[in-house]
């Protein structure tokens, strides 16, 4: 007969265990912060933004970076030339609290990794760094919210409809400043949002309107409007005829497609 205290041994030696019953999980969380700021930093590299604080509101903005473990720690601007040389590093950590399940004992984890961007987005993998000592997490202030939205498209509309038979640039203008809707509060900041660039172009009867906004980094948004020969057109720019096609976002645009 094999005493009991042998199989016992050898039971707990053969699964590996640190301790009799106990198995150590920090290698699989060390893992999983590794894959999640890789994924976070691919994530915020597009949009482009414009500096450190864009890219660490981009990163609070994400699912992670709304968790309870994660705080940017650093955002720093480097000095660069041209767009493939890093302009911006960040600094965040990912924390675990320590969890025991009986079976399973993982110890609260930090980990604490710096990544560099270009304007391109991020130049290689998060670099596994020492947190830095009595660092604050950092908050960037919020930005007023930028961009057309959908009611902007029947206001424009209307607005075109009722214009007079001749108005001259300044009636139009007054029109849309009536016409269009106003910048609503973000209930989250208490900003209200930066209304669109009104662009206006008048030929004799015919009107040519662009809407455009620039909604971060490359991000741009682009609604155009005309009233020729009395019919009324409204439309909108995707991101594709605005990035790769180049298409113009202008009142004369508007009257050159109509």
């Not at 940017?72 to 399940?101: Q, T």
């Not at 005309?226 to 019919?231: E, P, Y």
Request: overall charge negative; hydrophobic content about 40%.
């Amino acid at each position: 007969m094999v005493p009991l205290q042998r199989v016992v041994t050898v039971a707990c030696a053969g699964l590996l265990l640190t301790s009799c019953g106990f198995l150590s999980g920090s290698g699989a969380v060390e893992g999983d912060t590794a894959r999640q700021s890789q994924t976070l930093a691919d994530a915020i590299g597009y949009p482009r933004q414009s500096d450190a604080a864009g890219l660490a509101r981009a990163a609070l903005a994400t699912p992670l970076g709304k968790s309870a473990g994660f705080s940017v720690l650093v955002a720093e601007d480097l000095p660069h030339e041209g767009p493939e040389e890093p302009m911006a590093r960040l600094v965040w950590r990912i924390h675990h609290d320590a969890y025991d399940s009986g079976w399973k004992q993982t110890p609260a984890v930090d980990a604490c990794y710096e990544v560099d961007f270009n304007y391109y987005g991020v130049m290689a993998e998060p670099s596994r760094v020492t947190c830095p000592e009595n660092a604050t997490p950092i908050t960037p202030p919020p930005l007023p919210k930028r961009g057309i939205t959908p009611d902007f498209t029947p206001a424009l509309e209307a607005t075109l409809g009722a214009l007079p038979a001749a108005p001259g640039e300044a009636e139009v203008r007054a029109a849309l400043a009536a016409g269009l809707p106003a910048p609503k509060v973000d209930p989250e900041t208490n900003l209200a949002s930066i209304p669109p660039r009104v662009l206006v172009h008048v030929r004799g009867s015919d009107v040519g309107v662009a809407l455009s906004a620039n909604t971060g980094g490359d991000g741009k948004q682009c609604v155009m409007g005309s009233r020729v020969g009395g019919a009324v057109r409204v439309w909108s720019l995707n991101w594709r005829e605005l990035g790769p096609m180049e298409k113009p976002c202008s009142a004369e645009a508007a009257l050159a497609v109509s």
